[in-house]
């Protein structure tokens, strides 16, 4: 078969488009703050300006080239970005759907947060997803009404926080999250006010996690008694099962197994027994002297790797339908 040279010059630019031009990388830049607590975000007390960057990343089709897609923003743990998380965001890419990486440490010049909890905040991190939201919301490539949120331990509870009815008050106003998959969040809070979100919302969490113990997610969930929300825990599964090695341990790391913090309705976070808000780092370090130890054990275990991908899949493609 005889090819023109002209037919072959189109074939070869399309070809080298198609291979080239699968995907559209961006940075995208906002402005956040940094609250140390909860109550400052509904008090709306921190006016300190934090700028804050993330990494965008689209699908191209080169069909339709207005198309908007369906986005999953990603919330990283206390040891930042690691391989399993771009593993996730690589497979919602495949799926087809809009990525964002959100760097709430590498926009405040941080690596890791691991046994200084207090260096970025929950609370920072939970502000800097809503103002991403908003931000991406307007995105010309973005569908604004199917945004969903994932994150791991840190980012768990990012996740999982992010859902509660008196920051959705404060922040989401004109935004809203269509779904929550949280691994291995911190349960382990008692919120005087139990209204969250009517958005799907999902925990993935090991048995044997002494970093952020299943128990408190499973009486957390018991405690919503809502069908909106479940929880999946893998046996024989550490923090961190979803990681590719082996297990290891971490003597820097906090072990929330014997903690479990009161949250009121202003957003403070109390101290056990003493019931003092954990305001400020020296509030903070005196509230963990009750309960919190040094030392976990973090590590990945195939079967639960195996499975949590599986569901993160189904549970995409299920919540961000059209």
């Known amino acids: 078969m005889h090819y023109s040279k002209s037919t072959l010059t189109i ?54 080239p207005i198309k908007k897609y369906p986005l999953i923003i990603g919330v990283a743990g206390s040891e930042g970005w690691k391989d399993h998380h771009y593993d996730y965001m690589k497979m919602y890419q495949d799926m087809g759907y809009a990525t964002f990486e959100l760097n709430s440490f590498k926009s405040r010049n941080i690596v890791s947060t691991v046994g200084k909890q207090n260096q970025v905040t929950v609370a920072a991190m939970v502000l800097d997803a809503y103002k991403a939201l908003e931000k991406l919301s307007d995105h010309k490539s973005i569908n604004k009404d199917k945004i969903s949120i994932t994150g791991w331990s ?31 969040p911190p349960c382990f809070f008692d919120f005087e006010d139990m209204n ?19 128990e408190p997610c499973n009486d957390f969930v018991d405690k919503l008694a809502k069908s909106n929300i479940n929880i999946t825990v893998y046996e024989n599964s550490h923090h961190g099962f979803d990681r590719k090695g082996e297990l290891e341990f971490n ?15 202003s957003g403070d976070i109390l101290m056990n027994y ?20 040094r030392g976990v054990t973090i590590g990945g275990n195939k079967t639960a790797r195996s499975k949590s991908f599986k569901f993160a899949k189904e549970f995409m493609q299920k919540t961000l339908a059209d």
């Not at 080239?20 to 008090?43: A, D, H, L, R």
């Not at 003493?274 to 130890?293: H, R």
């Open 11 to 64: 074939f070869f630019f399309l070809t080298a488009s198609l291979g080239w031009s699968q995907i559209i990388k961006e940075k995208i830049v906002f402005t956040s703050s940094n609250p140390y607590s909860f109550s400052e975000i509904i008090s709306k007390s921190n006016s300190t300006k934090q700028e804050v960057f993330g990494q965008l990343t689209v699908p191209l089709d080169t069909i339709n």
């Open 274 to 293: 003493l019931n003092i808000p954990m305001t400020n780092p020296f509030l903070q370090k005196i509230g963990f002297l009750f309960c919190v130890e």
């Open 196 to 214: 969250f979100s009517k958005a799907p919302i999902h925990i993935l969490i090991g048995e044997l996690d002494d970093w952020t113990p299943a």
């Open 154 to 184: 840190l980012g768990g509870g990012v996740t999982l926080f992010s859902a509660w009815n008196p920051i959705i008050k404060t922040l989401g106003e004109s935004v809203n999250f269509a779904s929550h998959l949280a691994f291995y």
């Open 251 to 265: 003597e820097n790391g906090y072990s929330f197994k014997d903690c479990m913090f009161d949250v009121n309705t």
